[in-house]
Protein backbone atom coordinates (compact mmCIF):
# COMPACT_ATOMS: atom_id res chain seq x y z
CA UNK A 1 0.00 0.00 0.00
CA UNK A 2 2.50 2.42 0.77
CA UNK A 3 4.50 1.82 -2.83
CA UNK A 4 1.67 2.83 -4.66
CA UNK A 5 1.60 6.50 -4.17
CA UNK A 6 5.48 6.77 -5.43
CA UNK A 7 4.59 5.02 -8.82
CA UNK A 8 1.73 7.79 -9.28
CA UNK A 9 3.95 10.20 -8.20
CA UNK A 10 6.61 8.91 -10.76
CA UNK A 11 3.97 8.64 -13.40
CA UNK A 12 2.67 12.56 -12.92
CA UNK A 13 6.87 13.69 -13.40
CA UNK A 14 7.08 11.88 -16.34
CA UNK A 15 3.63 13.20 -17.79
CA UNK A 16 5.47 16.96 -17.45
CA UNK A 17 8.74 15.55 -18.71
CA UNK A 18 6.45 14.90 -22.22
CA UNK A 19 4.53 17.58 -22.01
CA UNK A 20 7.53 20.08 -21.89
CA UNK A 21 9.13 18.21 -24.55
CA UNK A 22 6.29 18.51 -27.47
CA UNK A 23 6.84 22.35 -28.04
CA UNK A 24 10.57 21.78 -28.78
CA UNK A 25 9.21 18.93 -31.15
CA UNK A 26 6.83 20.81 -33.01
CA UNK A 27 9.55 23.93 -33.60
CA UNK A 28 11.90 21.00 -35.82
CA UNK A 29 9.21 19.97 -38.40
CA UNK A 30 9.01 20.38 -41.63
CA UNK A 31 8.31 24.30 -43.39
CA UNK A 32 5.35 24.30 -45.02
CA UNK A 33 5.14 23.68 -48.71
CA UNK A 34 5.96 27.57 -50.56
CA UNK A 35 7.46 28.37 -47.51
CA UNK A 36 11.06 27.87 -48.81
CA UNK A 37 12.83 31.67 -50.12
CA UNK A 38 12.80 31.45 -53.89
CA UNK A 39 15.36 33.50 -55.95
CA UNK A 40 16.23 34.04 -59.83
CA UNK A 41 19.95 34.04 -60.98
CA UNK A 42 20.67 36.10 -64.36
CA UNK A 43 23.81 37.21 -66.14
CA UNK A 44 23.93 40.95 -67.97
CA UNK A 45 26.48 42.17 -70.20
CA UNK A 46 27.40 45.32 -70.61
CA UNK A 47 29.52 47.34 -73.51
CA UNK A 48 31.12 50.86 -74.10
CA UNK A 49 32.96 51.71 -77.05
CA UNK A 50 35.14 54.81 -76.85
CA UNK A 51 38.63 56.85 -78.61
CA UNK A 52 41.24 55.96 -77.16
CA UNK A 53 43.67 58.60 -75.98
CA UNK A 54 46.51 57.11 -74.72
CA UNK A 55 49.31 54.88 -76.68
CA UNK A 56 52.21 52.44 -74.92
CA UNK A 57 54.78 51.85 -77.64
CA UNK A 58 57.67 49.18 -76.78
CA UNK A 59 60.62 50.68 -78.12
CA UNK A 60 64.38 49.18 -77.52
CA UNK A 61 67.71 48.23 -78.86
CA UNK A 62 69.62 45.06 -79.38
CA UNK A 63 73.25 45.58 -79.72
CA UNK A 64 76.38 42.59 -79.88
CA UNK A 65 79.85 42.73 -78.35
CA UNK A 66 82.71 40.68 -78.28
CA UNK A 67 82.34 40.63 -74.77
CA UNK A 68 79.48 41.05 -71.91
CA UNK A 69 80.83 44.26 -71.61
CA UNK A 70 80.95 45.12 -74.91
CA UNK A 71 77.47 45.01 -75.63
CA UNK A 72 76.20 46.51 -72.50
CA UNK A 73 78.13 49.41 -73.26
CA UNK A 74 76.95 49.76 -76.74
CA UNK A 75 73.42 49.06 -75.72
CA UNK A 76 73.70 52.10 -73.22
CA UNK A 77 75.01 54.36 -75.49
CA UNK A 78 72.14 53.79 -77.92
CA UNK A 79 69.07 53.20 -75.80
CA UNK A 80 70.57 56.46 -74.43
CA UNK A 81 70.06 58.14 -77.71
CA UNK A 82 66.70 56.60 -78.24
CA UNK A 83 65.31 58.13 -75.06
CA UNK A 84 67.16 61.01 -75.69
CA UNK A 85 65.11 61.44 -79.44
CA UNK A 86 61.65 60.13 -77.87
CA UNK A 87 61.74 63.12 -75.06
CA UNK A 88 62.37 65.79 -78.13
CA UNK A 89 58.90 64.81 -78.97
CA UNK A 90 57.12 65.99 -76.19
CA UNK A 91 56.90 62.70 -74.30
CA UNK A 92 57.60 63.18 -70.64
CA UNK A 93 60.62 61.52 -68.77
CA UNK A 94 57.78 60.12 -66.16
CA UNK A 95 56.49 58.37 -69.37
CA UNK A 96 59.28 56.26 -70.49
CA UNK A 97 59.96 53.22 -68.41
CA UNK A 98 62.34 49.91 -68.67
CA UNK A 99 60.43 47.24 -69.43
CA UNK A 100 63.50 44.51 -69.60
CA UNK A 101 67.10 44.45 -70.29
CA UNK A 102 68.76 40.90 -71.42
CA UNK A 103 72.64 39.72 -71.97
CA UNK A 104 73.05 36.15 -73.59
CA UNK A 105 75.58 34.62 -75.62
CA UNK A 106 76.24 34.20 -79.06
CA UNK A 107 77.47 30.41 -80.27
CA UNK A 108 78.85 29.37 -83.14
CA UNK A 109 77.42 27.12 -85.83
CA UNK A 110 78.63 24.07 -84.15
CA UNK A 111 76.75 25.45 -80.47
CA UNK A 112 80.21 24.86 -78.58
CA UNK A 113 82.26 28.41 -78.70
CA UNK A 114 80.54 31.73 -77.50
CA UNK A 115 81.54 33.95 -80.51
CA UNK A 116 80.15 37.03 -78.63
CA UNK A 117 77.30 38.49 -76.65
CA UNK A 118 73.91 40.30 -77.72
CA UNK A 119 72.57 42.82 -75.01
CA UNK A 120 69.20 44.04 -75.12
CA UNK A 121 66.97 46.92 -73.64
CA UNK A 122 63.59 48.02 -74.09
CA UNK A 123 61.28 50.69 -72.94
CA UNK A 124 57.69 51.46 -72.60
CA UNK A 125 56.86 54.64 -73.59
CA UNK A 126 53.13 56.24 -73.05
CA UNK A 127 52.45 58.53 -75.74
CA UNK A 128 49.37 61.04 -74.96
CA UNK A 129 48.99 62.90 -78.11
CA UNK A 130 47.22 60.18 -80.80
CA UNK A 131 48.21 62.54 -83.91
CA UNK A 132 52.57 61.77 -82.28
CA UNK A 133 52.86 58.51 -81.92
CA UNK A 134 54.45 58.04 -85.75
CA UNK A 135 56.66 60.67 -84.85
CA UNK A 136 58.16 59.20 -81.50
CA UNK A 137 58.08 56.06 -83.01
CA UNK A 138 60.44 57.25 -86.08
CA UNK A 139 62.66 59.73 -83.96
CA UNK A 140 63.16 56.66 -81.61
CA UNK A 141 63.96 54.45 -84.87
CA UNK A 142 66.28 57.31 -85.75
CA UNK A 143 68.43 57.15 -83.23
CA UNK A 144 69.10 53.84 -83.07
CA UNK A 145 65.64 51.70 -81.94
CA UNK A 146 65.83 48.52 -83.99
CA UNK A 147 63.23 46.62 -81.28
CA UNK A 148 59.93 46.70 -80.53
CA UNK A 149 56.89 44.44 -78.89
CA UNK A 150 53.87 46.73 -80.45
CA UNK A 151 51.85 49.20 -79.23
CA UNK A 152 48.97 48.93 -76.92
CA UNK A 153 45.96 51.55 -76.49
CA UNK A 154 43.57 52.96 -73.76
CA UNK A 155 42.02 55.54 -72.54
CA UNK A 156 42.97 57.98 -69.64
CA UNK A 157 39.28 57.79 -67.41
CA UNK A 158 39.11 53.85 -67.93
CA UNK A 159 36.81 54.06 -64.83
CA UNK A 160 34.08 56.32 -65.98
CA UNK A 161 33.79 53.99 -69.24
CA UNK A 162 33.61 50.60 -66.66
CA UNK A 163 31.31 52.55 -64.33
CA UNK A 164 28.84 53.13 -67.41
CA UNK A 165 29.37 49.82 -68.73
CA UNK A 166 28.53 48.51 -65.13
CA UNK A 167 25.24 50.04 -64.89
CA UNK A 168 24.49 48.80 -68.68
CA UNK A 169 25.24 45.13 -67.12
CA UNK A 170 23.09 45.49 -64.40
CA UNK A 171 20.33 47.03 -66.40
CA UNK A 172 20.68 43.98 -68.81
CA UNK A 173 20.33 41.37 -66.34
CA UNK A 174 16.99 42.95 -64.60
CA UNK A 175 15.60 42.59 -67.70
CA UNK A 176 15.94 38.95 -68.30
CA UNK A 177 15.47 38.53 -64.69
CA UNK A 178 11.74 40.46 -64.74
CA UNK A 179 11.17 38.53 -67.96
CA UNK A 180 12.13 35.14 -66.06
CA UNK A 181 9.91 35.79 -63.30
CA UNK A 182 7.12 37.31 -65.09
CA UNK A 183 7.05 33.96 -67.08
CA UNK A 184 7.31 32.16 -63.92
CA UNK A 185 4.06 34.23 -62.32
CA UNK A 186 6.28 36.05 -59.97
CA UNK A 187 7.77 39.53 -59.35
CA UNK A 188 11.16 40.65 -58.71
CA UNK A 189 11.65 41.38 -55.04
CA UNK A 190 15.69 42.59 -53.35
CA UNK A 191 18.63 41.54 -54.79
CA UNK A 192 20.41 39.04 -52.85
CA UNK A 193 23.77 39.19 -54.24
CA UNK A 194 25.11 40.89 -57.19
CA UNK A 195 28.89 40.33 -58.76
CA UNK A 196 31.07 41.05 -61.47
CA UNK A 197 32.29 38.06 -63.01
CA UNK A 198 34.39 39.57 -66.49
CA UNK A 199 35.99 42.58 -67.24
CA UNK A 200 38.14 41.62 -70.78
CA UNK A 201 40.87 44.30 -71.65
CA UNK A 202 41.41 45.30 -75.36
CA UNK A 203 44.42 43.12 -76.89
CA UNK A 204 47.78 45.44 -78.04
CA UNK A 205 48.57 46.01 -82.00
CA UNK A 206 51.68 44.46 -83.45
CA UNK A 207 53.69 45.76 -85.73
CA UNK A 208 57.07 45.68 -86.60
CA UNK A 209 58.12 49.07 -87.12
CA UNK A 210 62.15 48.29 -87.30
CA UNK A 211 61.40 46.14 -90.53
CA UNK A 212 59.18 49.38 -91.42
CA UNK A 213 61.66 52.17 -90.68
CA UNK A 214 64.35 50.02 -93.39
CA UNK A 215 61.73 50.08 -95.73
CA UNK A 216 61.76 54.00 -95.61
CA UNK A 217 58.83 55.04 -93.18
CA UNK A 218 56.83 54.31 -90.57
CA UNK A 219 53.13 53.48 -91.39
CA UNK A 220 50.59 55.64 -90.24
CA UNK A 221 49.03 54.76 -86.45
CA UNK A 222 45.42 54.86 -86.81
CA UNK A 223 44.10 54.60 -82.56
CA UNK A 224 41.24 51.57 -82.67
CA UNK A 225 38.08 51.72 -81.12
CA UNK A 226 38.17 50.59 -77.42
CA UNK A 227 35.71 48.35 -76.20
CA UNK A 228 35.09 47.98 -72.31
CA UNK A 229 32.93 44.82 -71.92
CA UNK A 230 31.90 43.61 -68.39
CA UNK A 231 29.39 40.85 -67.16
CA UNK A 232 27.72 40.10 -63.62
CA UNK A 233 25.72 37.74 -62.11
CA UNK A 234 22.38 39.08 -60.20
CA UNK A 235 20.78 37.33 -57.58
CA UNK A 236 16.73 38.43 -56.96
CA UNK A 237 14.34 37.32 -54.67
CA UNK A 238 10.94 36.71 -56.12
CA UNK A 239 8.09 37.79 -54.69
Do not use: C
Request: no cysteine.
Amino acid sequence: MNGKPKWVALGVVLGVAVALMLPSLAQTSSPAPGAMDRTVTVNGVGTIRSAPDEAVVMLGVRTQGATAEEAMAANSETMNGVIGAILSEGVRQDDVATAWINLYPNYSETGTTIVGYSAENQVSVTVRDMGRIGKVIDRAIGAGANLTSGISFSVSDQNDGLDRALEQAVADARHKAEVLAGASGAQLGAVVQVAETGAPTPPPLYRDYAMAAEAGSVPPVEPPTIETQVSVTVVWELI
